[in-house]
């Protein structure tokens, strides 16, 4: 990685501000989030090419659904576009891509495409992408724990074999490791709902750049401030040893 820094595996993105980018350009909110997914595509290029293993972006809460349908409707346009588009630029990256979140409310053929991004990727070796669609951390962990009791009803697994660990393997994201890095941009000092227990112990960091004027040096300061951090995990540092 450029300038000795240490190497995330993973980076978590909260992509917020395409509307107020928009706003204020007087533009449609929809441009606003026509530019973000513009953004996305350079920033995954950026992360492949600086080593980061995974990253995760926030693409549309169980939330969203809540918005002017207008918007919905040209949000659900852009997935159909970029989900071509991001096929090309993953085949040009070696990137897999791999999509969390309940996909089934989704049109069929948003959910085709979907599936064919995923199937067509599936053995890239670089990067690996994590698109959160239709995804929400309370309705992940709810389905995650229904799960957990139909295989305790069915006897395939006890009480006693609960972990911690046992228990991410039925989160959406099961295999992935968590994000050492969660960033948020347009200045919001909330989680959203977002990988709540996948970033339990991660860093963060939240810049007031608008998503859709996001770039590699905005990343790039966002892994520099990492650096300058200690993770401790529920321990004492360092410093606090001596």
Same mark, same amino acid.
């Given at each position: 990685?450029?300038?000795?820094?240490?190497?995330?595996?993973?980076?978590?993105?909260? $992509?917020?501000g395409?509307?107020?980018?928009?706003k +204020?350009?007087?533009?449609?909110?929809?441009l606003?989030h026509?530019k973000?997914c513009?953004?996305?595509?350079?920033?995954v290029?950026? #992360?492949?090419r600086?080593g980061?293993? @995974?990253?995760?972006? @926030?693409?549309?809460?169980?939330?969203n659904?809540k918005?002017?349908?207008?918007?919905?409707?040209a949000l659900m346009?852009l997935?159909? @576009? @970029?989900?071509?588009?991001?096929? +090309?630029i993953?085949? #040009?990256?070696?990137?897999r891509?791999? !999509?969390?979140?309940?996909?089934?409310?989704?049109?069929?053929?948003?959910?085709?495409?979907i599936?064919?991004?995923e199937?067509?990727?599936k053995?890239?070796t670089g990067?690996?992408?994590v698109?959160a669609?239709?995804y929400?951390?309370?309705?992940?962990i709810?389905?995650?724990?229904k +799960?957990v !009791?139909?295989?305790?009803?069915?006897?395939r697994?006890?009480?006693?074999?609960?972990?911690?660990?046992?228990?991410?393997?039925?989160?959406?994201?099961?295999?992935i490791?968590?994000?050492?890095?969660?960033?948020r941009t347009?200045?919001e $000092?909330?989680?959203?709902n977002?990988?709540?227990?996948q970033?339990a112990y991660?860093?963060?960091?939240?810049?007031?750049c608008?998503w859709?004027?996001?770039?590699k040096e905005?990343?790039?300061?966002?892994?520099?401030?990492?650096?300058?951090r200690e993770?401790?995990f529920?321990?004492?540092?360092?410093?606090?040893?001596k």
């Amino acid at each position: 990685m450029e300038e000795n820094l240490k190497i995330l595996a993973h980076v978590a993105l909260i $992509l917020d501000g395409n509307g107020r980018w928009a706003k +204020k350009r007087g533009l449609p909110r929809q441009l606003g989030h026509k530019k973000g997914c513009e953004t996305v595509e350079q920033i995954v290029e950026d #992360a492949a090419r600086l080593g980061i293993r @995974y990253l995760t972006v @926030y693409g549309f809460s169980t939330e969203n659904w809540k918005r002017p349908a207008e918007e919905v409707g040209a949000l659900m346009q852009l997935f159909r @576009y @970029y989900t071509k588009r991001l096929l +090309k630029i993953a085949k #040009a990256n070696n990137v897999r891509v791999r !999509m969390i979140g309940e996909r089934s409310r989704f049109a069929p053929d948003i959910v085709e495409g979907i599936d064919s991004l995923e199937r067509e990727t599936k053995d890239n070796t670089g990067l690996t992408f994590v698109i959160a669609v239709n995804y929400g951390s309370r309705d992940e962990i709810t389905r995650a724990v229904k +799960k957990v !009791m139909e295989d305790v009803k069915a006897g395939r697994i006890t009480e006693e074999e609960m972990t911690e660990s046992r228990f991410a393997s039925y989160l959406d994201t099961a295999g992935i490791p968590d994000p050492d890095l969660l960033i948020r941009t347009s200045g919001e $000092l909330r989680l959203s709902n977002y990988l709540l227990w996948q970033l339990a112990y991660s860093e963060l960091y939240v810049t007031d750049c608008l998503w859709p004027d996001f770039n590699k040096e905005e990343l790039l300061e966002a892994i520099r401030q990492y650096n300058k951090r200690e993770r401790r995990f529920g321990g004492v540092s360092q410093t606090e040893k001596k």
